[in-house]
């Protein structure tokens, strides 16, 4: 099963307004026209049951979403980018940095989730935008936002009410099958379980679905053996129901093993009901033994309830399934309870943040000095700053932007040049 995956994702960039004057046969002198640019496309995750693993990312690693076309004549919006939606399995957890480097998730913990991760760029605005009382013939112009772009870590935790746990060949996969419809692969040797196996119960009108983790061995939270893969899918569930070999030498030594394990790689794990059980009852040695080993778990100081079962025989499996159904009712009140007694908030949408729009400018050298507020560099990349009206145009609104003050502030000096995008000019 392949349940990890790193792609790239990219949203739209917006399209770029146009510098269009309205030239018609009755009124010579219509005025301007230029039409905005169009959004760019979204990028969206959804969580879909349809999709169980994470395999197609193994072969598309980068997802893009449409550009916004650009503004026409005579006050024609750009077309907006087709948004980009990536379905992926419920129980996905999304992670990515953030432009200030910081690790943002995203829980996909329901089906048809649906999360804008990153926006499309805005589309530019057109000249007619810039029309005002005191310039009726406006030669700005805006350029398209650029889309942003992030590499994403998709992390699959299956969904499961019931986790199965035990070191390797203690009979999980023989228990999920005689719980269960499910058919797990079984034979008699460590690590036959490969992958997780999912399997669905109703008893008594309770509907709950079974994991069963693949065997866990001392240091497995280290990512000794498979364990390390497995770990991450206990997280979702419920309940554990511990399962060891009624014939084991050392039964304490080996529920303790994994308990630790647990509580190194997620100590909030130690605090799911577990159910203790003991396997292989059908045997003479275990059977005989019953008294002899609650005794052992007792001195050990191992205070879970525990049930001896047979997977083999099916011997135990009715009570097994009434104590699962119990715990899992008695969990879903305390939910309830809990929801009932706090506030739920509202989970604001996350994406990578963009450049402060108040950074203006930055001092290069002694005489140079760089326009870096993003909004008068999607201007400039749209005007024509070689005509010295649109430059004057421009002028006037870096000085109303507050463009300017932040150059007077910087000690800015008549003759020194000024960058922004692909221009240069002298300060006057």
């Known amino acids: 099963m ?19 004057f309205a030239r018609e046969p009755h009124n010579p002198l219509a005025g301007p026209s230029g039409g905005n640019g169009g959004n760019g496309g979204n990028v969206i995750f959804v969580s879909d049951t349809s999709v169980k693993t994470l395999s197609r990312f193994s072969y598309k690693r980068h997802f893009s979403a449409g550009n916004g076309g650009n503004g026409g004549t005579t006050k024609k919006q750009g077309f907006n980018g087709k948004s980009i939606e990536i379905q992926v399995p419920v129980g996905t957890v999304l992670s990515f940095k953030n432009e200030n480097g910081i690790v943002e998730t995203i829980d996909l913990d329901h089906p048809k989730k649906n999360i804008i991760l990153i926006k499309g760029g805005r589309g530019g ?3 007619a935008k810039f029309t005002s009382s005191i310039n009726r013939e406006p030669l700005l112009a805006e350029s398209g936002e650029a889309g942003k772009e992030t590499i994403v870590s998709l992390e699959l935790k299956l969904l499961a009410d019931v986790g199965i746990i035990g070191m390797p060949n203690a009979g999980k996969s023989s228990l999920l099958r005689s719980m269960t419809s499910a058919k797990p692969k079984v034979g008699d040797y460590p690590f036959t379980t490969l992958e997780p196996k999912l399997g669905t119960v109703i008893n008594d009108l309770e509907e709950f679905v079974l994991v069963d ?18 770990l991450k899918h206990i997280q979702r569930t419920k309940i554990l129901i511990h399962l060891v070999d009624g014939t084991s030498e050392n039964i304490p ?9 647990m509580k190194k790689f997620d100590k909030t794990l130690l605090d799911r ?27 050990a100081k191992i205070n879970i309830e525990t049930l001896f079962v047979s997977a083999l025989s099916m011997k135990g499996i009715d009570v097994l399934l009434q104590s699962i159904t119990k715990k899992i009712k008695e969990v879903k009140i305390k939910k309830t309870l809990k929801l009932h007694q706090t506030e739920i908030e509202e989970i604001n949408m996350i994406h990578p943040r963009i450049k402060n729009e108040f950074d203006s400018v930055i001092k290069e050298t002694e005489n140079q000095y760089k326009i870096i507020h993003p909004r008068a560099i999607r201007i400039a990349q749209g005007s024509d700053l070689n005509d010295w009206s649109t430059l004057i145009q421009f002028q006037g609104r870096l000085e109303r932007m507050g463009v300017n003050d932040s150059l007077r502030k910087l000690g800015i000096k008549p003759g020194d040049t000024v960058l922004v995008s692909e221009w240069n000019f002298e300060w006057h």
């Open 2 to 20: 392949i349940d990890s995956a790193k792609i790239t994702v990219k949203s739209g960039n917006g399209g770029n307004g146009i510098v269009s």
């Open 125 to 127: 605005l057109g000249n």
């Open 213 to 230: 983790i693949p065997g866990l061995i001392k240091d497995a939270h280290m990512g000794v053996g498979i364990g390390h893969d497995f």
């Open 253 to 261: 030594e080996n529920i303790n093993i994994i308990n630790n394990e």
């Open 273 to 299: 009901p577990q159910i203790l059980v003991i396997n292989k009852v059908d045997l003479d040695d275990v059977e005989i033994l019953k008294n002899e080993i609650l005794v052992m778990i007792k001195n």
